[in-house]
């Protein structure tokens, strides 16, 4: 098992930056590749950003290249998300999730784990 619980998330203008954390419990959190997936209203979860168990491999979103970056810290259990020159589309519910497949699958029934999700809000 293995729980997640995002932070970080908040109301920024846009153009500004947020990081997302998320922090893992449970067993092998440093086998598992993580990724980040947003929904917002009325619309359905969609990839963000993922990247492999010891880091080397990340995947984007074509929406986030360029401005996003995902990364991990496994000592400390936590992956990050850092957002530049954010969006009034970026706004969503942003969300962890975590998988025991190799690759950075972009399809959320691959993941097994879930966190509560955490806001983000990007005004004009």
């Known amino acids: 098992q293995v729980q997640l619980v995002e932070s970080g998330g908040g109301l920024v203008q846009a153009g500004g930056s947020l990081r997302l954390s998320c922090a893992a419990s449970?067993?092998?959190?440093?086998?598992?590749?993580m990724a980040w997936f947003r929904q917002a209203p009325g619309k359905e979860r969609e990839f963000v950003a993922g990247?492999?168990?010891?880091?080397?491999?990340?995947r984007y979103a074509d929406s986030v290249k360029g401005r996003f970056t995902i990364s991990r810290d496994n000592p400390k259990n936590t992956v990050y998300l850092q957002m530049n020159s954010l969006k009034p589309e970026d706004t969503a519910v942003y969300y962890c999730?975590?998988?025991?497949?190799?690759?950075?699958?972009?399809?959320?029934?691959?993941?097994?784990?879930w966190g509560q999700g955490t806001q983000v809000t990007v005004s004009s």
């Open positions: 990247i492999s168990w010891a880091g080397g491999r990340t």
């Open positions: 999730a975590a998988t025991g497949r190799i690759a950075q699958p972009p399809t959320s029934g691959d993941y097994d784990y």
């Open positions: 449970g067993r092998s959190f440093g086998d598992r590749t």
